[in-house]
């Protein structure tokens, strides 16, 4: 596996260079793109009226700094990533991190389900509590008369594509108590808990489950899960229109034929927390190739380790371990058009629910991704592996009709929905791996500081094309970068 040979090196060019070679790489991407858009590097920001059709009181646009990372190879494919992102080495850290995952030959990612299913969700109130169990057995025997309404009226295009109502599921939430990832699993909802729970259980720590805490009064009730795979789409419109569309249906059918019950469908809305399309994106570095001046990489590969742990312990560490996965995730998100709030809001959730896997249990909020050592001697290997779930498209929303996003799928290969998860998972285990490393080697500043120097010179005043140098005074002469250092270099520049 190896990274194109332009990658090398292209951090040193100007932006005029960077774009000459992208499109000397990628001329089926950029020819016509260039020429829709008039002759211009077809990054662009939106235009006005576009942005006037998208929200309601538009006055505006606002742009966002747009690098690729590199040196990223995904399942033996040399892939590019735009990342869209205001924080300075975020793109920096993905790009380096990739490089030394190379040693390893890269990344292997997959998704959990082919199928791309989302949950919309339908929740059934006003039935008595002994009721609930008919209830949903009523809804449960009906599976394919939803299947057959949902497909035929309200995802039909969706259902000829291949997709559509797969199945229903049905829970019961109790208010009383707060949602375990046991209920979740017992309920079959997330089968890749099943392997967690496995590991978990094995592990003496986890063997007393804390009581649960109970929270209000207010009584059980059902809540329908209805599976619909959304082909290429990240699918949170079809998802509503089902659930919305087959509401009348599962008050019926949670009513039965006894005519004393009147259920109320409540809301019907997908759920973000998309646990049937997990991104699951590995890799393997020979421990050699983690040496450092002073380190030899076995003891790198137990610094890194050690540092993992310390997320897995404590959710004040988790929240900041995952911040930095999401600094990756989230700026390809944005450049590649997706919902990224949709993707942020489903990844912390995952991390909560699968409490039960949780080395302590009851301290809920987990780290997304795992670092172990495998083999010994020269023939160690660090593993890193990260999972989160992905609901991502590249068909619908915006990613179609709004030229830069279309450049920059292009860019990344004209992925698929599944190959756009795989990206977006390699990329955030890439900027985990850059943080835990460097936080466990020389701190996170170093690295930090050079380009946060940039900013704060452009803050102080000093000239565009004088930045470079200011950054570099500051860090040498200055003491560090401040806006004092800043000014102090334009006073002794006169
Ligand atoms: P769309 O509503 O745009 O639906 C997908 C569109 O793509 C449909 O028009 C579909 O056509 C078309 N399409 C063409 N080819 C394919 C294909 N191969 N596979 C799938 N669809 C195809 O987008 P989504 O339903 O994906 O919803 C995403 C939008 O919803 C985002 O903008 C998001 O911000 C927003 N949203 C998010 C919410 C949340 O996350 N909680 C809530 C509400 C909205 P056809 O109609 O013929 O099927």
């Not at 592990?203 to 290429?232: F, I, K, M």
Request: with cysteine; glycine share 8%; hydrophobic share 50%.
């Amino acid at each position: 596996a190896a990274a194109p040979a332009w990658a090398s090196g292209f951090y040193k060019l100007s932006v005029a260079e960077r774009r000459a070679i992208l499109q000397q790489a990628f001329p089926e991407v950029f020819e016509p793109e260039i020429q829709a858009a008039g002759g211009e590097f077809p990054l662009l920001p939106l235009s006005t009226d576009q942005a006037d059709n998208m929200v309601e009181n538009c006055v505006g646009t606002m742009g966002l700094p747009v690098g690729v990372g590199l040196n990223f190879v995904i399942n033996g494919r040399p892939t590019v990533v735009p990342m869209a992102v205001e924080e300075p080495s975020v793109i920096a850290a993905a790009s380096n991190a990739a490089k030394t995952i190379l040693a390893g030959g890269g990344f292997a990612a997959s998704t959990s389900d082919p199928r791309n299913v989302m949950i919309a969700q339908v929740q059934i109130l006003d039935l008595p509590e002994e009721q609930l169990a008919p209830a949903a057995e009523r809804i449960l025997a009906a599976q394919e008369a939803l299947r057959q309404e949902a497909n035929s009226r309200f995802c039909a295009s969706m259902a000829k594509r291949g997709g559509g109502l797969v199945s229903v599921t049905v829970r019961t939430v109790d208010p009383a108590r707060l949602a375990s990832a046991q209920d979740l699993f017992d309920a079959g909802v997330c089968p890749s808990f099943e392997a967690r729970h496995a590991r978990a259980a094995a592990d003496p720590a986890n063997q007393d489950t804390p009581a649960l805490e109970v929270r209000s009064p207010r009584t059980p009730y059902l809540v329908v899960h209805l599976l619909v795979a959304v082909c290429e789409a990240m699918g949170a419109n079809v998802c509503n229109t089902v659930a919305e569309g087959l509401a009348p249906m599962l008050e019926r059918l949670a009513a039965g034929d006894a005519g004393d019950l009147a259920p109320r469908a409540g809301l019907r809305i997908l759920s973000n927390l998309a646990i049937h399309r997990l991104a699951r994106a590995s890799f393997r570095v020979p421990v050699a190739a983690l040496a450092r001046p002073g380190s030899d990489g076995l003891q790198v590969a137990q610094r890194i380790v050690e540092a993992a742990a310390f997320a897995h312990d404590d959710p004040f560490r988790a929240a900041t371990h995952n911040k930095g996965i999401m600094n990756g995730v989230g700026a390809a998100a944005v450049a590649l058009g997706q919902d990224w709030r949709a993707v942020e809001a489903g990844a912390h959730a995952f991390c909560a629910v699968d409490q039960y896997a949780a080395k302590r249990p009851g301290s809920g909020y987990q780290p997304m991704t795992q670092y172990w050592v495998e083999g010994a001697g020269p023939d160690a290997v660090l593993r890193g592996e990260i999972e989160l779930p992905l609901a991502v498209g590249t068909k619908g929303g915006a990613v179609t009709t709004v030229q830069s996003y279309r450049v920059a799928l292009a860019l990344a290969g004209s992925p698929t929905s599944a190959e756009l998860s795989h990206i977006l998972a390699c990329v955030g285990l890439a900027q985990n791996f850059a943080a835990v490393r460097a936080l466990s080697l020389e701190g996170i500043n170093r690295g930090h500081m050079a380009l946060h120097a940039r900013n704060i010179a452009v803050a102080a005043g000093v000239p565009t094309e004088r930045v470079t140098e200011a950054a570099a005074w500051m860090i040498t002469h200055g003491g560090g970068p401040t806006t004092d250092a800043a000014k102090a270099f334009l006073a002794a520049q006169g």
